[in-house]
C-alpha cells in the first residue's frame, strides 16, 4: 500500500493497487487511484501504527467477519 498508493498520491500522482478477495484467499483485479482529493482507505492494514502519520481521521468499525470480508451478502 505504501509502495504503490501512499507515496504515489503524496507527490501528486495517481497510485494502483491490487485488491485481496477474502472469499478465495487470492489476489484480485486491480484498481487505479487518482491523485488529488480524498482518499478513503479501508481494510485490515489501514490502523497499522506505522501508518498513523499519514492520516487525518482514523475511524474503527467493528462488526462479524462475514459483513467485513463481504461473505455471504447475495
Not at 29 to 42: L, S, T
Request: hydrophobic letters at 40%; one cysteine or more; proline letters at 3%.
Amino acid at each position: 500500500m505504501i509502495r504503490q498508493v501512499l507515496d504515489p498520491l503524496r507527490v501528486g500522482r495517481a497510485g494502483r493497487y491490487q485488491r485481496w478477495d477474502w472469499a478465495t484467499d487470492v489476489s484480485a483485479e486491480w484498481h487505479d487511484v487518482p491523485a488529488g482529493g480524498v482518499v478513503i482507505i479501508e481494510g485490515v492494514s489501514a490502523t497499522r501504527k506505522d501508518l498513523s502519520d499519514r492520516w487525518d481521521l482514523t475511524v474503527w468499525v467493528s462488526t462479524s467477519r462475514d459483513v467485513r470480508c463481504g461473505l455471504g451478502l447475495g
